[in-house]
């Protein structure tokens, strides 16, 4: 089951159904959050999906995720709409990945292997690349099974087959163990030299976009740098760091955009893209990039704090950008109860209530470039301070 394979080559379209559990930690309602979000990843690969199936559960079955009576009804979907594989909203084991192969007697997905290949797609640096195929490689090497006849490329010469079933699955494990030896050391060449380059930028502000993904930060990228950063309403449209300098009121900082963050996401990801977030780590501001008009905005705040802790950057100076004021605003004036409709001071008070100081907030429409230069005095103003704490002289000079 190659990941590269996943992705239609020609225009065929594949078609998948969806499968998720409502258990005691996770709601109906937050299940179908998830399932809408699981489909946009799908649809992200141009993958359409037929179906949703979702199981009440005290707890995942450790056989097939679903329980019998789930999996036989799936089972007979597949089969008579002729689906060509099943993605699962949560990780699957090894076990669990081989039954329920033998049982649909198709190709299994789980959320964790999803991302990891919009991220194979998505990728165009060689430490891109590189990061995604270790992260890749690491993931696979526990769930290989015989259905899947991914590394067929990467064997070469005579005998290397070694008979079928359990020698085969040996093979490929003796090959994933070479390649994840030889990115690794790949990587720490890159590595290096990234760690040259970001200490030669250590005497100037670096400020950081960060953010869920699909929330505009992109966007926000072209319009504060006049750049041309691929942006798309497409999860993971940016999967490289991209760094652009700019220079304000003759003040120069580095602009980063990052990796998108999304619930779930791969723990083998995170370690392998560490490096690339080095960005986020080390820079001086964070701009915190919320997508307002969406529903789970709240939810999505807080899967980006976890990860800026996971990178050791929690207690980074952060002005939070709310884009999509626009629909915002729309979504209100749409609630006939004024009762229930809120003011941008309530959704404040209400996003940071548990706040000891409130912080930088700035309400944005990066597509319609509303308050945006406000947004420009924000961050000005934090640059300023950093600058002048980096260079302490710098206002008796006439010139930088």
């Known amino acids: 089951m190659a990941l590269e394979n996943f992705i239609s080559t020609d225009k065929v379209i594949e078609k998948a159904v969806l499968v998720a559990l409502t258990t005691a930690g996770q709601s109906a309602e937050r299940a179908r959050e998830y399932l809408d979000e699981l489909e946009f990843l799908a649809s992200t690969l141009g993958v359409q999906t037929l179906k949703t199936f979702t199981q009440k559960v005290d707890r995942p079955d450790p056989r097939t995720f679903v329980g019998k009576g789930k999996a036989d009804e799936i089972r007979e979907y597949v089969t008579a709409a ?153 999860l993971f449209a940016t999967v490289d760091a991209t760094v652009r300098k700019v220079v304000w009121e003759n003040i120069p900082f580095l602009l980063s955009d990052t990796v998108g963050f999304i619930r779930k996401l791969p723990h083998h990801l995170i370690e392998s893209f560490k490096s690339t977030l080095e960005e986020v780590k080390e820079s001086d501001i964070l701009l915190h990039v919320v997508d307002l008009s969406h529903p789970a905005h709240a939810d999505h705040m807080d899967v980006v704090h976890q990860t800026l802790a996971e990178l050791g950057a929690a207690e980074k100076p952060v002005v939070y950008v709310f884009n999509k004021i626009d629909l915002w605003e729309t979504m209100q004036a749409d609630i006939e109860d004024e009762n229930e409709r809120q003011s941008l001071e309530g959704l404040r008070e209400s996003l940071f209530f548990d706040s000891d100081t409130r912080p930088d907030t700035v309400y944005v429409s990066a597509t319609r470039s509303m308050n945006i230069e406000e947004l420009r005095e924000v961050i000005m103003k934090r640059v300023k301070e950093r600058h002048y704490t980096i260079f302490p002289n710098y206002l008796k000079n006439e010139t930088y």
């Not at 964790?112 to 891109?128: C, E, K, M, N």
């Not at 930060?217 to 006049?226: D, E, G, P």
Request: glycine share 6%; with cysteine; hydrophobic share 35%.
């Open 82 to 234: 002729r689906v060509d594989v099943v993605i699962f909203d949560d990780d699957l084991s090894p076990s669990q990945l081989r039954n329920l192969e033998k049982l649909f007697k198709c190709r299994i997905y789980d959320r964790s292997l999803l991302i990891l290949d919009i991220f194979l797609q998505r990728a165009q640096t060689a430490q891109a690349k590189t990061q995604v195929e270790l992260a890749r490689y690491q993931y696979l090497m526990p769930r290989l099974t015989r259905m899947w006849t991914h590394l067929e490329r990467q064997r070469g010469g005579t005998g290397t087959r070694g008979g079928a079933g359990e020698k085969e699955i040996e093979t490929d494990k003796r090959v994933i163990r070479e390649q994840i030896t030889l990115l690794k050391q790949k990587l720490q060449k890159i590595d290096k030299q990234s760690a040259t380059q970001r200490k030669a930028r250590q005497n100037i502000v670096r400020v950081a976009l960060v953010g869920y993904t699909n929330v505009g930060k992109s966007t926000l990228m072209n319009l504060l740098t006049k750049s041309n950063v691929h942006a798309e309403n497409k």
